[in-house]
């Protein structure tokens, strides 16, 4: 079987896979963050905390919980961090110093992950599991509680409740995420991924002498890490690393993991409005994204040009043998286009029209189908936003879901847009026009330059993943990206509530002859074409600077 045809099965195998996973988990997250009753384990953490789960929210009221939740678990798993040395299962490592332990708290509790560590020579068992799983978790299921505020946002009706933020993050967690991940990490067991808390061991390598490995609660930590769509890596090699990911059967259950969470908040929100074809409209833009990208991404690495090349099969360096250029392909698409972040080959190495792929998936903000939850606000954003410029081109009042967007509206769209570009494209320009910290750039040139950008837009986006080039374990980058990491989350949140808040005051108004249809194909071809539009204008002359005149002098 050629490797473009394998290639194709496969993507094939995760569209029927996603296909029949849609609906009923949609419906089950639709029934999650719909009922009115508590479990048992859930009211005893509403106890513990002091939180009363039945009491709604107004936007400024969800987004205070939200703060001061993701502020609390920064503080904890930088303490965890700094007092890693006393701390038993530590395998002998010491604390992390105060700018790293600083960029990794942040990146964790920002759905991030970004590590400029190695894994398994730096974090032992009880910052693993204790602080990065745990983060792993909760950061989540606070995208998809904020998610689930701004579906609220359309149905309410002028009451401005969005709900109760403890009981979405408690149910996403414990009803949804915990659960699946149960299931998945027995599948990576059964397919070979390591599940123990082993310490040190010696080991001999192919060239002579030893070397040392340690073992680790990985399995649970990789099912949440792609199902959550976190992707830090318990290995410094992440999803390349045969502990975490052994097989190709593994490689693409994992991007089907990737995918499963923001593919069927797309059924959820459909079925929370009352119209599940609105989903279907979300998730066709969704889909055509992520078909277009993988099908580019796909042409570019197995038929790049040049005798290596071809004697090779396709651009090979940076790829694992055990997955091939179609394997790891359809997962560098796949942790590109969501907010994900775990890679199972180095970026860095794909051709340059390659790697401006990987670019471009973060620089659309990571909305097809997106992060767990991130992705499905993220699109509804741009749904507005079309809805808006269709209102300009017929001379009507732009409606979405029975809801004016006026001028309050478009204003937390439109800021909501500006955040991400401004801080990836700021600090880029910052970090080159200043003198960059000895040996951080490996390369010079537009492939130099990509580096550095792709890791402000990858930290600015949630995303987490990184071109392997640039050496970030710098006191300039830890600081620096954390920031861009923690605006790059909250600050847009802030507008989602706050457009979600005015969105719940509002009465609906009915719909009408001359009512958009956004339930329609032709909603979900404007949506793709503003989605182009706003990514094009922002972003094409940086990636012209960088992955596209790298590609075009190969």
């Known amino acids: 079987m050629s490797p473009v045809l394998a290639a194709s099965l496969q993507f094939l195998a995760l569209a029927v896979a996603l ?11 639709a029934r999650v963050y719909s009922s009115e009753r508590h479990l048992a384990p859930e009211r005893w953490i509403y106890r513990a905390i002091g939180a009363d789960p039945d009491t709604g929210m107004r936007w400024p009221a969800y987004l205070r919980c939200v703060l001061a939740f993701s502020a609390a678990g920064v503080l904890l798993l930088y303490s965890l961090q700094r007092v890693q040395g006393v701390l038993p299962g530590s395998l002998g490592f010491a604390s992390i110093d105060p700018d790293q332990a600083f960029d990794t708290a942040v990146s964790f509790v920002t759905n991030t992950n970004w590590q400029s560590y190695y894994g398994e ?4 068992h009880v910052v693993q599991t204790g602080g990065l799983a745990v983060q792993n978790f909760v950061s989540a299921a606070v995208g998809m509680a904020v998610a689930v505020a701004l579906v609220r946002g359309f149905t309410g009706s002028r009451t401005g409740e969005l709900g109760n933020f403890w009981a979405d993050l408690v149910r996403g967690t414990i009803r949804i995420l915990l659960p699946l991940s149960v299931v998945a990490a027995l599948v990576l067991v059964a397919c070979g991924a390591i599940q123990n808390f082993s310490g040190i061991h010696e080991v001999g390598r192919f060239t002579g002498g030893t ?11 990789e ?4 199902l959550g769509t976190n992707g830090g890596g318990y290995f410094n090699a992440n999803s390349a690393h045969p502990f975490e990911n052994p097989n190709a059967l593994s490689n693409l259950f994992q991007v089907y993991l990737i995918l499963l969470v923001p593919t069927a908040l797309t059924r959820t929100f459909g079925r929370m409005v009352g119209s599940p074809r609105q989903g279907y409209a979300i998730l066709g833009t969704m889909a055509a994204i992520w078909a277009g990208f993988t099908a580019l991404m796909l042409w570019t690495e197995f038929h790049h040009g040049g005798p290596a090349f071809d004697l090779a099969g396709g651009a090979t360096e940076g790829k694992e043998t055990r997955f091939g250029i179609g394997g790891s392909a359809l997962f560098a698409v796949a942790t ?21 792929i990987t670019l471009l998936g973060m620089q659309l903000g990571e909305i097809a189908p997106g992060g767990a939850g ?7 954003i741009m749904a507005v936003i079309a809805v808006f410029v269709a209102g300009l081109m017929v001379g009507r009042t732009p409606e979405y879901l029975g809801k004016r967007i006026g001028v309050r509206e478009i204003t937390h769209a439109a800021c909501y847009l500006l955040v991400t570009p401004a801080l990836a494209l700021g600090f880029t320009a910052v970090a080159l026009a200043l003198p960059t910290p000895p040996g951080s750039m490996s390369h010079s040139g537009a492939h130099g330059f990509s580096e550095v950008l792709y890791a402000y837009t990858s930290a600015a986006n949630n995303n987490g993943s990184a071109f392997a080039g640039l050496s970030a374990d710098t006191p300039w980058f830890n600081t620096t990206l954390g920031v861009v990491m923690l605006l790059g989350r909250f600050l847009p949140m802030v507008f989602v509530l706050a457009l979600a808040g005015s969105l719940a005051g509002q009465t609906p108004v009915p719909r009408a002859a001359g009512t958009l249809r956004t339930e329609k194909p032709l909603f979900s071809g404007l949506l793709l074409g503003t989605v182009a539009i706003v990514a094009g204008l922002t972003h094409f002359p940086a990636l012209a600077l960088g992955p596209l005149a790298e590609g075009l002098a190969a």
Not at 19 to 29: A, C, E, F, V
Not at 223 to 226: F, L, N, S
């Open 19 to 29: 296909g029949l996973s849609h609906r009923p988990l949609g419906d089950h997250m």
């Open 336 to 356: 590109t286009l969501t907010s994900t972040g775990a890679v199972n080959s180095f970026h860095s190495s794909y051709t340059g029209f390659g790697g401006g």
């Open 211 to 221: 070397q040392q490995w340690n073992g680790g609660a990985v399995a649970s930590q």
């Open 374 to 380: 991130s992705g499905l606000y993220g699109m509804l």
């Open 121 to 124: 020579q730096a974090m032992g």
């Open 223 to 226: 099912a949440v890490k792609v």
